[in-house]
Every structure is written in structure tokens, then in C-alpha cells.
């Protein structure tokens, strides 16, 4: 602040992570949200920002030519670790039964009902619940509540990729705990435990198809969709509004809606059992990241947001 030093801010996850960072008023301070639904929620709770953006992740391509997609050895892989339930508990140790009781009542609604925005059903059930609740009560309130959205997301993580073990569909699963996930058909589960960034692309530079489960972006991207592209992948995700306009479902990818999730294993296995088309859904994703979802992409985007932010740095 001394200097007038300009900052850029990338928040990886939802901004209610975040709010004790963001509660004091940071001079000079630029934010870039990774959906337009927590760039909207910037925008409406935290107004004291002026330059809030929107810059969704994108993909690393490894050096060197992808291997032959036929010649892969690997069929569906899926990167991400494994939270059980029980090692999320602690974050609600504290509470009583009543508090604990509309936590994992809101998590039952999300479960039954996932296309909904995480902040819109959050603040709708405090709102119902607190008619005259503040804004400083409603953001202090979604930071406690980070433990449903990280339940959810495990929730639906082992659900999906149990869901393709137990219709007989090998995955190699990179990631922590997943001999945790309580799988009935573990057999199919090839556990490559946890990895580092590189490894996991020179993986899925082996397989043929790249599962992603979304983290409740609803309006944005997840990184492991592109890396999967530019690794020669035919990647299989559910969607989000930004999503489905960039990317076209049966061309580009292979899309599944949460709510109907146990379709994924259908549309695996239609993948397998269709090799031509599925080496075209990859060729085509693959030549749609790379012509505009890299990470040298995002620079060029975020060059025009410091040059969009510049004018509101104060003079020396």
C-alpha cells in the first residue's frame, strides 16, 4: 500500500473460502475468479472491489508428440484424491445436533438436486432460516459452511468413479485415500496414489479416456478438462454454462449430468466399444484446447486485465 504495488489475485476456489482474507479493505487489489458465479458473487457482496474478473483455468500439453491413441495401454483414468466423510467431520465437531441437522439437510438437497449453485442454495436456506440476516452475518456464516461443499464434492467424486468400477470399467485413479472409498468392486480400481502435476499428465498421455467430476463450478472450467485434451484424452464430464458454450457435447467431449450420473458407465463403455469415434471426440477436443485454453492463452488474457487495471493505480 506504501508504494501503490497493484495486486492480482487468482482464487482457485469459491470466494466463501476466502472471506476473512477479503473482509479487510485491500488497497490496489485485483481479483480473478475462475467461474462467473463467483464473480458475481464478488461483485454483489464485496463491492468495495472495483476489478473483479473472470479467467477460467486452462491445460498444460507435455512437450512431444501424444502417443497413437490406439496404442494406449490406459482405458479410463481419473485424477483427484479421496476425502472420506469422516475426515471431514472435524470441521463440524463444534456444533450442536440442531446445526449439524441443517448442514447435512442442505446436503441432501445439493445431492438431490446438484445443478443448483452452491452460494444460491446456501444463502437461500439462511435467508429462510434468518429472514433478517446481515450481509456480514451471511458471508461469516457461508466461510463456517465450507464443509458442505467439500462433503458434496467427495459425495459425488465416489459415487461416479465407483459407480464405472462396479459396471466393470478398469479406471486408474490418480490420487490419495480412494482404498478408502469403500468401492464394491475394488478390483477395478488401479490405485496410482498420489502423484505431482507432470506425473499425472504423462498418465494421461496413456489413456484413451479422462473422467472429470466438476467441483460445483457451475459457470466455469476445471484444468483437468483441457489437461486431458491436450494429452489426446476423450475427456467425459458433467457440465457448466461456460462449458457448453466453448465446448460441443458428442464433438468435443462427452458430457453426463450429475443428477443422472450413473449414465457415465453407458458412455464409457459406448467409448470403448467405439474406438473410431472416440479417437475423433479426441482428436477434435485436443485441437479446441490447444487453439485457445492454454496456459500461454490465460497470459495473454491476463496481460489485458493488468493493462484493463492499470489506469486505476495511483501516481507516485
Known sequence: EQYHVKI??????????????????IKNLSLICIDRGHQAFVEHYYPKFRNVHFLPLAGTKLPGEPVPYAMRDIGAIFAGNYVPPENLLPHIRHMDEES????????????????????????????????????????????????IDLYVRSLFRRDIICTLAEHGVPVTVIGKDWEKAGCKCPENLRLAGQQDSRTCLEYMGHAKIAV??????????????????????AVVTDSSAYLDEILCDGKDYVRFQLEQYEEISQKVDWLFQHPKEAEAIADAGQKKASLGHTWEHRAYELGEIFRRDEANVPTL
Open 8 to 25: 492480482f489475485c487468482i482464487m482457485v476456489d469459491h470466494p466463501m473460502y476466502y472471506h476473512r482474507l477479503l473482509e479487510p479493505d
Open 100 to 147: 449439524k441437522a441443517f448442514y447435512f439437510d442442505i446436503i441432501h438437497e445439493l445431492a438431490k438436486y446438484p445443478d443448483r449453485p452452491l452460494e444460491q442454495e446456501l444463502i437461500g436456506r439462511l435467508e429462510q432460516e434468518f429472514p433478517r440476516i446481515t450481509r456480514e452475518e451471511t458471508l461469516s456464516c457461508l466461510h463456517s459452511m465450507v464443509f
Open 212 to 233: 472429470n467430476v466438476m467441483p460445483w463450478f457451475k459457470d466455469g472450467a476445471h484444468d483437468r478438462i483441457f489437461n486431458g485434451m491436450l494429452q489426446g484424452c
